[in-house]
């Protein structure tokens, strides 16, 4: 990654969470829990999608129409975001799937 990568990437994210700032408080405490029930759960797909930014254009939208927010995402933030993120992989479950430990010649595991 070269220093020009994370000058973008950090405009991105400071144009991102301009977006952000822009919605109403309704809207901008919702998208903080969201932020941190994605950023806990640790979908791998959320770091090389758009997910947030979807969310931000959903939000807008919403706004714009006047709808509250619980009438576009319904009353529990982790039931929604478990929607969007579907059956994505999880760093939870990579960590899963890697071996626990490395045998020795021997065929016991290393402790």
């Not at 400071?14 to 919605?23: E, F, G, V």
């Not at 309704?26 to 758009?50: C, H, P, W």
């Not at 969007?84 to 490395?102: C, E, K, M, R």
Request: aromatic content about 10%.
């Amino acid at each position: 990654m070269s220093i020009r990568d994370i000058i973008d990437g950090k405009r991105q994210w400071r144009a991102h969470m301009a977006r952000i700032k822009a919605l109403p408080p309704d809207y901008r405490i919702v998208y903080a829990e969201m932020q941190k029930y994605l950023f806990k759960v640790g979908t791998v797909s959320l770091t090389g999608g758009n997910v947030l930014a979807e969310i931000a254009d959903y939000f807008e939208d919403g706004a714009a129409s006047g709808k509250s927010v619980t009438e576009l995402i319904g009353p529990d933030v982790a039931t929604f975001c478990d929607g969007l993120i579907g059956d994505s992989p999880t760093y939870a479950d990579l960590y899963h799937q890697a071996p626990t430990a490395n045998p020795d010649t021997n065929g016991n595991p290393n402790q």
